[in-house]
C-alpha cells in the first residue's frame, strides 16, 4: 500500500487564518490516522503579495495547534525545498514538457487585448474564455515578431469537449465540462508559475496522494485534473471540505471578530480548545464524543465524516471547550498560559504554588483566560475596593457588623493558617460559635469585607492564599468604613 502523504499548502499573503488551520488540521488528523506524512509547503509565487513575517505567523501558528509537520520548508524530505519560490527551475521543466507534448503553447496577447476580449463576453453575456488566438501557430508567430510582447504559456484544453468527472471523497461526484474552461495560464509572463500549474508539479513531484482542501478550490480541480492526465501522471484522491461561515452565514471576516489563530490564542483561548473546536468544524467524531485531544480524534477520523456543507463558526462553542480546557488543565500549565494575561500584577508577591492555587480558586466559571484580571483582582493589593452594594448594604447590616468584629477578635487572633484544610475546620468552628446567625450570611460578610465581592472563590481557600495579615487589614479596613458611615 502506498504511503498517505498529505499536505497544506498556505500563502503566505496573511496571517494564519482560521480556514487555513481547520485544513490543516484535517490532513494532520489524516495522515496520524494513516501512519502518514504531513506535508507544509509555503506558495508564494505570488511574490507581490507574500510576505516572510506571514510565513513565520503560518510556523508558529501551526506548532501552537500541535500540528507539527514532517516535511517542510525547516524539515528537510525528500522531495524538498518546500517553498515554491525555490522551485521554479522545477515548473519551468514540466511547463517544457507540456510545450513539447503539444499541450501547451506560447500566448503573445497583450493584457489590453486580453481585457477587451473579457469586455466583450461581458457585453454579450457569456461567459469569458480565451480565444484562443494564440493557439494559432502562424498568428502567434506573427505576434511574436513585436518583441515588446512577453509571452504567457497557456495549457491547451483538449479541442473535443468532454465530461471530467470527479470523484470527491467529501462530495461524492462532481461533473465539470471542459467546453467551459479556457485556455488557462500556467507560466506567466514574469517566468512563475499560475496557481494552478505550480499545485499541480508540486503535488505530484511531492507525491501527494490525498488533496484534503477547502470547497474555494473546486472550480480550480477540473483544470488541474487535465494537467495530470497531460503529464501522464496518477491522480491524487479529492476531498472538498464545507466553508466555514460567521453565524450570519455570510463569509467568515474581520468584521465578525478574530480571524487569525494567533489573534485568538492573544485573546485568551487555549491552542488545545481552539484545536478541538476547530476538529469539529465540519468534521463529527463517531463516538459523539466532541472533547478530546489530537491524537483521539486523529484515532477516530475519516473524511467520510467530513460534512460537504458550510460549518458555522459558533463562538459559545468555542467559549464552552475553552472553560472545560481551563478547568481541566494541569495547575502549572495552566500558570503558564495565565502569566500573560496577569502581567498588570505583581506576581513575585506569591510563589508558583500560591499563584496555582489562585488560579484554582477562580477557574470554574472562567471561559477565556482574559478574564483572569478580574477574576484574581482580590488577591492583589491591601485593601479591595468595595462596591456601592457592598458598602450601602452588606456591610450595613447589624449581623455583618457582629460577624466581622467577632471575627477579627476571635478568629483571626487565634487562627493558625497552617493549610487551607485546617483552616476550612476553623471557619466552621468559627461559624457555629456565632449561632443563631446563619453560615450564609457568616461567610456573606467575611467574603464581602475581605474580597470586595458577594460572590467568589471558596472563601477558606481564598483567606488562606491571603494570608492572615492581609486578611486582617481588610478586615479592619471594613470595620473602619462602617464605623465612618455610622457616626
Ligand atoms: N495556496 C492555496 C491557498 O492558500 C492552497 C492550494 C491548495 O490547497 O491546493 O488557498
Redesign the pocket.
Known amino acids: 500500500m502506498t504511503e498517505v502523504r498529505v ?5 503566505p ?1 496573511g496571517n494564519l487564518h482560521v480556514g ?1 488551520a481547520r ?1 490543516a488540521l484535517f490532513n494532520y488528523l489524516y495522515a496520524k490516522k494513516h501512519d502518514g506524512k504531513f506535508i507544509l509547503r509555503i ?1 508564494d509565487t505570488d511574490l507581490e503579495r507574500s510576505e516572510a513575517k506571514y510565513i513565520q505567523d503560518i510556523y508558529d501558528g501551526l506548532q501552537l495547534l500541535g500540528l507539527h509537520w514532517d516535511e517542510g520548508p525547516d524539515k528537510e524530505g525528500p522531495y524538498g525545498p518546500y517553498i515554491q519560490s525555490q522551485r521554479l527551475d522545477l515548473y519551468r521543466e514540466y511547463a517544457q514538457k507540456l510545450v513539447a507534448s503539444g499541450h501547451a503553447y506560447y500566448c503573445y496577447c497583450t493584457v489590453e487585448e486580453l481585457d477587451a476580449e473579457k469586455q466583450k463576453s461581458m457585453e454579450e453575456k457569456r461567459p469569458y474564455i480565451y480565444s484562443r488566438r494564440c493557439c494559432d501557430e502562424d498568428e502567434a508567430t506573427r505576434l511574436k515578431q513585436d518583441e515588446s510582447r512577453k509571452p504567457t504559456l497557456r495549457f491547451k484544453i483538449p479541442s473535443e469537449p468532454e465530461s471530467i468527472l470527479l470523484e470527491d471523497l467529501v462530495r461524492g461526484e462532481v461533473t465539470f465540462e471542459s467546453a467551459l474552461i479556457g485556455d488557462f495560464v500556467i507560466m506567466k509572463s514574469n517566468g512563475t508559475p499560475s ?1 494552478n500549474f505550480a ?1 499541480v508539479v508540486d ?1 505530484l513531484t511531492m507525491k501527494i496522494t490525498h ?1 484534503i ?2 470547497e ?2 473546486i472550480p ?1 480541480t477540473p483544470k ?1 485534473m487535465l494537467l495530470y492526465q497531460a503529464l501522464g501522471a496518477q491522480m491524487p484522491a479529492f476531498a472538498h471540505v464545507g466553508m466555514i461561515l460567521a453565524p450570519d452565514r455570510s463569509k467568515l471576516s474581520k468584521r465578525h471578530g478574530a480571524t487569525a489563530v494567533a489573534e485568538f490564542i492573544r485573546q485568551g483561548y487555549l491552542p488545545e480548545a481552539f484545536g478541538n473546536f476547530l476538529t469539529l468544524l465540519g468534521w463529527s467524531p463517531p463516538d459523539g464524543q466532541e472533547v478530546g485531544t489530537l491524537a483521539h480524534f486523529a484515532s477516530e477520523f475519516t473524511l467520510s465524516r467530513i460534512a460537504p456543507n458550510p460549518a458555522i463558526f459558533d463562538q459559545d462553542k468555542l467559549n464552552w471547550l475553552n472553560g472545560i480546557t481551563i478547568r481541566a488543565m494541569e495547575l502549572p500549565t495552566l500558570l503558564e498560559k495565565a502569566r500573560p494575561f496577569l502581567s498588570g500584577y505583581d506576581l513575585s508577591q506569591y510563589d508558583d504554588t500560591r499563584l496555582q492555587m489562585i488560579l484554582e480558586a477562580v477557574r470554574e466559571p472562567i471561559t477565556i483566560l482574559s478574564e483572569l484580571p478580574d477574576a484574581v483582582s482580590y488577591f492583589f493589593g491591601d485593601n479591595v475596593a468595595y462596591t456601592d452594594e457592598i458598602r450601602n448594604d452588606v456591610l450595613q447590616t447589624e449581623d455583618s457588623l457582629t460577624v466581622l468584629e467577632r471575627f477579627k477578635s476571635d478568629f483571626l487572633a487565634n487562627a493558625a493558617f497552617s493549610s487551607p484544610e485546617e483552616l476550612a475546620a476553623e471557619v466552621k468552628a468559627f461559624a457555629n460559635n456565632l449561632k443563631p446567625l446563619k453560615m450564609k450570611s457568616i461567610m456573606w460578610a467575611i467574603r464581602a469585607a475581605v474580597t470586595g465581592r458577594v460572590h467568589g472563590a471558596d472563601l477558606s481557600k481564598t483567606l488562606f492564599i491571603l494570608g492572615k495579615d492581609r486578611v486582617n487589614h481588610r478586615v479592619e479596613d471594613a470595620l473602619q468604613q462602617i464605623a465612618t458611615r455610622s457616626a
Open positions: 499536505r497544506i499548502a498556505p500563502s499573503t487555513t485544513t506558495e496557481y499545485v503535488d488533496i482542501r477547502g474555494d478550490h480550480n488541474q
